[in-house]
Every structure is written in structure tokens, then in C-alpha cells.
């Protein structure tokens, strides 16, 4: 979810906060436009890297073993921080699925996040083998307990008619004095609904 000027002044942030969040995400984004340019260069040497490492090894040791043994470390760790960075990003799409699921407004979404973050929910949550969330409904639960009040409820009320005109019931059921008083839209409610009921009202009105 972008961070923009327009979802910070929906949250009621001022000018100079929104100016203060706006620079910071924006360096983190850079610094991490430049980790995974970095990543990809270094993830194209690898290749090359190895074979000639694996080459080496086959001639002897001949003082190669040290140097082969250090690099392959480095090559390992690299192929864990990927994978771990994968975790992440997986773990980071479940939780905003869990928030929207439960009802979290999307302006709220990212601020959420971040709490359940800070508050080590993000660590803790496993994934299946789909990438979603373990015991989701827990999960969810936890959520909820935790971040109830961004949840977002609706409720859905009724047309106010203070004046309803009667489908049935004949004449009676609406007087002529009545009948004088309704407005235009109301008559034309009752002509659809009731055209009989209406031609009667209507013939009978006295003005």
C-alpha cells in the first residue's frame, strides 16, 4: 500500500508530519531499491563464482581450501538473508490479508502493520506451505484483541417516510385533507403503488 499525502491527511497527520513520513519512506525506499540491485549483481556472480571454486578444489588444496571454504560461507549466507527476506515479504502480505479480512479500514491498514510489528505479532506468525497464515482464525482473533478499535462497522438504516402512502386499504386509509397535504413525490408513490386508492383521492381532493 502507497504512502501518499492524501492517506496521511486522512489520518489527521499535519503538513510537517506528513512531510517527516514522506522523507523517510522515501529513503527507505531507495535503500532498498539499492540492496536488491546490489542483490541481483552479486546473485549473477555467484554462478561463475562457484565453478570456479569447485574447479580449484578439484586440482588439490595447494592453500585454495581456505579461500573455498570462505567464499562458500559467504555464498550460504547470502542464499539464507534471500530466503529470509522472502519470509518477510510473505509474512508481511499475510498479516495486511488477516487486517482487511477482520475489517481493518485500508487508510488504517499501514498503521496496523506497523503496531503489529512493534508488538512482535509479525515474528511470531507462521505460514503453511501456501504462504498463508497458520490457524488463521486465531490469528484473526489475536488481531481483533489487540486492534478492535480500527476495525470499521457499518450499519444499514432505513428510508425515513413520515408519511408513507398506503398500498391498500382503500380511501380510508388516506384522507382527502391528507391527501392535499402530501407533496409531489409522495403522490407520485402512491399512484404507482396504489392507482386506484390515487384516482379516487385525486377525484375527490376539492380543489
Not at 60 to 81: C, I, L, V
Not at 86 to 105: H, Q
Not at 165 to 188: C, H, Q, V, W
Not at 194 to 199: L, R, T
Amino acid at each position: 500500500m502507497a504512502i501518499t499525502r492524501k492517506l496521511l491527511k486522512g489520518m489527521g497527520l499535519t503538513e510537517e508530519q506528513q512531510d517527516t513520513i514522506i522523507e523517510a519512506h522515501t529513503d527507505t525506499v531507495n535503500g532498498l531499491k539499492a540492496d536488491v540491485d546490489r542483490y541481483k549483481a552479486d546473485a549473477e556472480k555467484l554462478p561463475g563464482v562457484q565453478k570456479e571454486l569447485d574447479d580449484l578444489k578439484g586440482k588439490g588444496d595447494d592453500g585454495y581450501k581456505e579461500k573455498y571454504e570462505s567464499e562458500h560461507k559467504a555464498f550460504e549466507d547470502y542464499k539464507t538473508s534471500v530466503a529470509a527476506e522472502k519470509t518477510t515479504a510473505a509474512k508481511e502480505k499475510a498479516l495486511e490479508t488477516a487486517l482487511k479480512k477482520i475489517g481493518i479500514a485500508d487508510k488504517r491498514i499501514a498503521t496496523v502493520a506497523k503496531m503489529a510489528r512493534a508488538d512482535g505479532l509479525l515474528d511470531a506468525l507462521e505460514l503453511d506451505e501456501n504462504g498463508a497464515a497458520k490457524d488463521a482464525a486465531k490469528f484473526e482473533t489475536s488481531l481483533k484483541d489487540g486492534y478492535g478499535e480500527f476495525v470499521v462497522t457499518t450499519s444499514t438504516q432505513g428510508a425515513n417516510t413520515p408519511n408513507p402512502p398506503a398500498n391498500n386499504g382503500g380511501s380510508g386509509s388516506i384522507t382527502a385533507e391528507a391527501f392535499k397535504k402530501m407533496g409531489y413525490a409522495d403522490r407520485l408513490k402512491l399512484k404507482k403503488e396504489s392507482p386506484e386508492q390515487y384516482a379516487e383521492l385525486a377525484n375527490n381532493k376539492g380543489d
